[in-house]
């Protein structure tokens, strides 16, 4: 079994930072696929950023340069670094790890992809 637990959200004006954690429990390997995805109101959940088991990183364009995924093996956890948020970060962010074989090229983003989730965290971003 695998436990992710969210932490890290919060309200911020826009411009402003957060980091998010995501700390991972039970059986979760460095070689597992692991995601950032985000949910606003009425709308379907979409993926952030991944990184993989060799640390390679990839970002929705819509945060390039604004957000950067990290991992620290020897703690299981995993963070999302967020600058100059948008108010069209408003969501709820969700950490998922996926297929413990790593990331699957191309695809990363389809959720069911991810057999493990978070409970959330929410961002709230004012104007």
């Known amino acids: 079994q695998v436990q992710l637990v969210e932490s890290g959200g919060g309200s911020v004006q826009a411009g402003g930072s957060l980091r998010l954690s995501c700390a991972a429990s039970?059986?979760?390997?460095?070689?597992?696929?692991m995601a950032w995805f985000r949910q606003a109101p009425g709308k379907e959940r979409e993926g952030v950023a991944v990184?993989?088991?060799?640390?390679?990183?990839k970002h929705a364009d819509s945060v390039k340069g604004r957000f950067t995924i990290a991992k620290d093996n020897a703690k299981k956890t995993l963070y999302l670094q967020m600058n100059s948020l948008k108010p069209e970060d408003t969501a709820m962010y969700y950490c998922?790890?996926?297929?413990?074989?790593?990331?699957?090229?191309?695809?990363?983003?389809?959720?069911?992809?991810?057999?493990?989730w978070g409970q959330g965290t929410q961002v709230t971003v004012s104007s």
């Open positions: 998922a790890a996926g297929p413990v074989s790593g990331c699957p090229g191309g695809i990363w983003y389809v959720r069911s992809l991810y057999a493990h």
């Open positions: 990184i993989d088991s060799d640390g390679s990183t």
């Open positions: 039970g059986e979760i390997y460095s070689s597992h696929c």
